[in-house]
């Protein structure tokens, strides 16, 4: 797996794309236990300047008080986020295609490394409270 440079990190954190020797590592990323707060943290900063311009442009152009133009800006934000994770796993899904996976690809992926997490847990349960001592 070929990690990209940090500015590259970057890129693809902002929302850029990066070339298709880093696919493997893209793979990991959106399938890795955190891939939720990774996507969290990409949304925020893709939504970020456009909240931004809002805010600027109610108070520059419209001449609205700073903090409406601030919570109007904050709303936003919050709303963009929110519409984000509303569709992480597809969203998700549809970037590993754009780098030659198959569809359902990191869904699939990340549904078995769950169900291999609970068969574990469950095999300690049962080895610790069902099994006669």
């Known amino acids: 797996m070929s990690t990209p440079a940090f500015p590259l990190r970057l890129w693809y954190l ?12 893209v793979f990991h990323e959106a399938t890795k236990p955190s891939w939720l707060v990774w996507f ?5 900063l893709q939504v970020l300047p456009l909240t931004i311009v809002i805010a600027l442009v109610l108070v520059l152009a419209v001449g609205a008080p700073l903090p409406l133009a ?3 800006g904050s709303l936003g934000l919050i709303v963009g ?4 994770l509303s569709y992480a796993a597809e ?6 295609t754009k780098y030659g996976f198959p569809a359902g690809a990191g869904t699939e992926a990340r549904r078995r490394r769950t169900l291999d997490q609970e ?10 409270w ?3 001592s």
């Open 70 to 72: 601030l919570a109007c």
């Open 119 to 128: 068969k574990d847990r469950r095999a300690a349960y049962e080895r610790a």
């Open 81 to 84: 986020v929110y519409f984000s």
């Open 91 to 96: 969203s998700t899904d549809h970037r590993l």
């Open 40 to 44: 969290t943290v990409r949304s925020f």
């Open 14 to 25: 902002v929302g850029g794309r990066l070339s298709a020797r880093h696919r493997e590592w």
């Open 130 to 132: 069902r099994e006669p």
